[in-house]
């Protein structure tokens, strides 16, 4: 079971490696095409998608399986979207959707995340209460995402929105999103060994020792 977490956890960090190859490309895209601001987004992003390492490393724990690549891919979405200009071409009319989809997944397993730390830390709250919480919560930064998208078309003349159609196809993208995460969640939480606590999700994985020669 030790091989099997750390090979996974190694897999994680090398797609997130690969995005950041991927991001890299996007900045040298978005200069390309004399698109300055949304080359700084992409440099803004590959920075935010190093974040997960950075808390693995000062707090001394591994995240979840996938944590790590479906934020980084949610990230991508959304950069990839602007600089290769998918939100408005006809070739991918669902783009927006998949990606506020994708986007409710990652900000619900960022949740699930902070209730870990929450169990790690010695708050503790009921797995279901967790679930619900996830599901909530989604909902909420989900209303407050279209605020934002809805605010910068008005201020900077951008056509992200597309009426009301768009935001309801958008509300119903980041449901599913967020009963994706729930799901999910619980999928992990039902891997917990009986008598262990929720943070048992964080326990850091470490490289399995090799076996020395055995001596008869």
Request: net charge neutral; glycine share 6%.
């Amino acid at each position: 079971m030790a091989l099997s977490k750390y090979f996974l956890n190694t897999v994680d960090l090398l797609i997130l490696l690969i995005f950041e190859v991927i991001f890299f490309g996007l900045v040298l895209w978005a200069i390309e095409i004399g698109d300055i601001a949304r080359s700084y987004a992409v440099i803004a992003v590959m920075i935010i998608s190093l974040c997960p390492l950075l808390v693995e490393k000062l707090l001394k724990i591994t995240l979840p399986f996938g944590v790590k690549s479906i934020i980084a891919l949610s990230l991508f979405l959304h950069v990839a979207g602007g600089v290769m200009r998918w939100y408005w071409s006809p070739t991918f009319p669902l783009f927006d959707k998949v990606a506020h989809f994708v986007s409710g997944l990652s900000v619900g397993l960022i949740i699930l995340v902070f209730f870990l730390l929450l169990d790690m830390w010695g708050v503790r709250y009921r797995k279901t209460t967790i679930l619900i919480a996830i599901f909530l919560l989604m909902a909420f930064f989900g209303g407050m995402w279209k605020v934002v998208e809805i605010s910068n078309d008005v201020l900077n003349h951008t056509i992200y929105n597309d009426g009301l159609s768009d935001i309801i196809g958008d509300d119903v993208a980041h449901t599913i999103g967020s009963l994706a995460a729930v799901a999910v969640a619980y999928l992990y939480f039902i891997s917990v060994p009986p008598g262990e606590n929720l943070h048992y999700l964080l326990r850091r994985q470490v490289r399995p020792k090799k076996a020395g020669p055995v001596t008869i």
